[in-house]
């Protein structure tokens, strides 16, 4: 057997940084990353055969938890009729139609193989459709790792921003106009400045790569008119959020509170892949009509609707689809989110927290916070204290104090409440 650290040590000889992914180095918290060997329903062992109460869930995905004997079932029977062939298969209608009949807004799809990817090719979309080339972000949203998405906001309003990461030259995000979440003044004043020129604006509903950071209500309605009136497409990046907070995914939460309210163009990506890389964008048939081959927008993938993905992703659309599934789901994950407030009262820490279906959030503050500056002067060396105190009993939470937190249909009362009591634990100084 070899230990966390030693599978650490051989994996920096020959991956950059020894991770796939950056989160997964346990960069923002200090410390060594476990190195999973497998995981069954709530759970994660690491290769030293420790336990753990898995509240990443893949970073969302696993929205069933590990395992599923359906899901399992449809994966292997998928595997077995063959991998990928490269021509159209019946699984792709039926998870195109899966999407569709959950997401009214979303009238046709195109299947992709990862987030990045969906909002990479949601943005060409945007931009060949309107025939404009300005697009709009908020700060501390994450779309993905596409370079015209890779900017942080500029100095003052309404100006263009500065990538951030080496690599991407600054002519390619000449055109993306960074705004802060929750500012309708910076909006407006976008939106008269450029709203002519704009293609799109993408954003979290409820931004999962802040921690849990919700659109206001008043923000989201004023985002709607201002983009309906200026001729802006209002792209929802659900990769996170879509089939994890609702059935209908974000939008259908902005729908019960702003009556009417549809986004023009949605991203998924996570759960509907159930843990196989599946991602998709959608939107109107006119707006879908522009891809090819139908149309001049380019976008195209060898491994796209992928067979045994699809399976995969369908199976877990059908198990969340049934009746009383986001209630028992929601419920769960807001005892969690209670419980854990609840000690922290009681230690004397000041910590809040907010939950929408199977996602969650807290923070070391004493108010819920509305944009990513106020996220990161939320108390990080006490985030980074509780993260370890959680770890070393057997709780996994997100690695870093601007990640979200996922729940799944696998935990159980007793998993929050061993949960809950970890966290009394480790409050305790
Ligand atoms: C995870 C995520 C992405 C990127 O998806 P990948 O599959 O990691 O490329 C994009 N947008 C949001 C909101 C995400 O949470």
Known sequence: MQTNEQLFARAQ???PGGVNSPVRAFRAVGGTPRFIQRA???YMWDAEGTKYIDYIGSWG??????????VLEAVAKAAADGFSFGAPTEREIELAEAIIAQVPSVEQVRLVS???EAGMSALRLARGATGRSKIVKFEGCYHGHADALLVKAGSGLATFGFPTSAGVPPEVVQHTLVLEYNKVQQLEAAFSEHGREMACVMIEPIAGNMNFVRASVPFMTRLRELCTAHGVLLVFDEVM????????SAQSVYAGLIPGFKPDMSVFGKVIGGGMPLAAFGGTRDVMSQLAPLGPVYQAGTLSGNPVATACGLATLKEIAKPGFFEALGARTRSLVDGLTAVARQAGVPMVGDSEGGMFGFFFADAL??????VMGTDKERFNRFFHGMLDRGVYLAPALYEAGFVSAAHTEADVAATVAAAAEALKR
């Not at 916070?369 to 106020?374: A, D, E, F, L, R």
Request: positive net charge; aromatic residues 6%.
């Open 13 to 15: 000889r020959v991956i």
């Open 40 to 42: 069954q329903g709530a």
């Open 61 to 70: 995905p696993m929205i069933l938890g590990h395992g599923h004997p359906a």
């Open 114 to 116: 990862s987030g990045t």
């Open 241 to 248: 959020t879509g089939f994890r907070v609702a059935l209908g």
């Open 369 to 374: 916070p509305q944009n990513y500056g106020v």
